[in-house]
């Protein structure tokens, strides 16, 4: 009864956002409106993807989980409350975003969050664009507390420089903040629990300064966790496909793709797996069912299928995303 299933994104505004998903991606954003963040993935309360493509189309990915669980999700485990085990967003930051933190696991329900460990594909990158990444090797949580009272905190972040194609892994209790400049694929852990630090002195959407949540922050912040790097690792394989590593981690995997115009491959059967149009133009087949990919959009593959192709129609890169380590 599944096939390879496509959703329709779910805008949302942001003080910090932009238009830029329009301008590589030609994707419909609400007109006049700085966008920050497209939820092309999503099992949130009050914000669930409705499906778009085929027999299903108008149904939502709380309705195939209430319904079609193990077909679905197939050894995957589901997040708390029977829900989808990952939300992946596209992301456009032209401005700084504030200084924050997930909380870790241990932690989360102490604070009343969830915990959200992510990852960070930098899918477009302008001059200069950073990320603030961990703390500055030496940085004690003493010197950390004096200049959040301050307003310097940011004196206490690690900045990494990065261009289209690093990638960074978040676990839940490193500081972090997309600095301007950056479109961003990410996938995470089914979590919408952020603390804030710092904000830039800046107001929100309502011309008020957003709420902090410094003490859920200092709980939360790992303060050995001290300048993290970029993934390391490179691209192998051969003439027509290569594959390059960027997440195992027990709560997804995430791999880079490239691909000639023509390759093909056969996915992984039996395993829930998602891929993410980073350019080009793919096509996904499941039997009788065929879908085609193109940069900006998200597809995802059931557990349940036996066998699934992906060719590459032109010239593609892709994300290659499964729930759990492999």
Not at 133 to 144: C, D, H, N, Q
Request: proline share 6%; net charge positive.
């Amino acid at each position: 009864m599944l096939y390879p299933l496509t959703f329709h994104p779910i805008s949302k505004e942001r003080v910090w956002g932009g238009r830029e998903m329009e301008r590589l991606y030609k994707k419909k954003l609400p007109a006049g409106k700085p966008v920050g963040e497209s939820w092309e993935i999503s099992d949130r309360p009050g914000d669930v993807s409705v499906i778009a493509n085929g027999p299903l189309a108008g149904k939502n990915l709380r309705w195939l989980m209430e319904n079609h669980r193990a077909e679905l999700l197939g050894d995957a485990k589901p997040a708390n409350e029977n829900r989808f085990p990952l939300l992946c967003k596209i992301l456009d930051a032209r401005e700084k975003l504030s200084l924050q933190v997930h909380p870790p696991a241990g932690k989360a329900a102490e604070l009343g969050g969830e915990p959200k460990t992510e990852m960070w594909f930098i899918a477009d990158a302008a001059p200069g664009a950073e990320l603030f990444v961990g703390l500055k090797r030496g940085v004690t949580r003493a010197e950390f507390e004096k200049k959040v009272e301050t307003g310097e905190v940011a004196e206490c972040f690690h900045r990494v420089p990065v261009r289209a194609g690093d990638a960074m892994f978040l676990p839940s209790g490193r500081v972090h903040a997309i600095g301007a400049g950056l479109v961003i694929f990410e996938i995470q852990q089914n979590s919408d629990t952020t603390y804030r630090v710092f904000d830039w002195n800046r107001v929100g959407l309502d011309g008020k300064p957003r709420e902090l949540h410094v003490a859920q922050s200092l709980a939360s912040i790992d303060f050995n966790d001290f300048e993290p790097a970029l993934v390391q690792n490179k691209f192998t394989g051969d003439r027509s496909i290569k594959r390059r590593p960027l997440v195992n981690d027990p709560l997804f995997n995430v791999e880079a793709w490239r691909m000639n115009a023509g390759a093909g491959v056969s996915l992984k059967p039996r395993t829930l797996q998602i891929i993410a149009g980073l350019s080009g133009r793919l096509e996904i087949q499941s039997g009788s069912a065929s879908v085609k990919l193109s940069a900006g959009q998200f597809y995802l593959v059931p557990a349940c299928l036996e066998r699934t192709e992906l060719r590459a129609k032109a010239g593609a890169a892709l994300l290659r995303v499964c729930s759990g380590a492999l």
